[in-house]
């Protein structure tokens, strides 16, 4: 199991099966996913709920001077499941919708008693933001062109530098930096520069 889902590879989808959004109380999103996955055997619901997503991403920062990281969640708050909730004639199914409603940390479906199921573009959205995050660490700090900053590892640790460009796809900057008087160009990971506090 990755750090960013349960599964981001889309699979074709059981006949009647919707994806919904369950809103979470904070920071129970973990314990949400686990106990539906754990459980839904045992309650012989696998045949109404399929797969549940809680999309994370990697965020790294420096404290101290080191490097940490950390797995942070896209949607605080909101684990997403793909169910079937409704039978053919549109009517609630209980057994699905009471189990996942009264798991522990669940505040309710979004859409409360009636919940609407997510529209495909929707339930794409997040499954390429969980592709765009897979295997990727964002800086907890968003930089910007000509922001000054310091840098605090490698060969060019202490130094100031303004950063000249940035590229989020491979997680680097290039920052020009004065070594002897001049400005020359370098390569940065994100996590080895600091802004700068002057």
Known sequence: MTASS????PVSAPP?????????????????RNYIEKFKKPEELDDHIFEI?????????????????????????YVFIQMRLYDEEGKLINRPWYFVKETTGVIGFVG??????????????IRSRIEAAAGKEVPKVAFSVGENVKITDGAFANLAGRI???????GKL?????????????????????????
Not at 19 to 31: D, I, Y
Not at 114 to 125: G, H, T, V
């Open 53 to 77: 997503l809680l999309p994370t991403e990697v965020v790294s920062e420096i404290k101290g001077g080191k490097k940490t990281t950390k797995v942070r969640k896209l949607y605080p708050g």
């Open 112 to 125: 409360g008693d009636n919940p609407a199921a997510l529209r495909p573009s929707e339930i794409d959205e």
């Open 174 to 198: 290039k920052v020009s930096v004065s070594i002897f008087g001049r400005f020359t160009p370098v390569e940065l990971e994100y996590w080895q520069v600091q802004r700068s506090t002057e």
């Open 164 to 170: 000249d460009e940035i590229d989020p796809e491979r």
């Open 6 to 9: 349960t599964s981001a590879t």
């Open 16 to 32: 009647g099966a919707q994806w919904f959004a369950l809103h979470t109380l904070s920071g129970q999103e973990n314990k949400v």
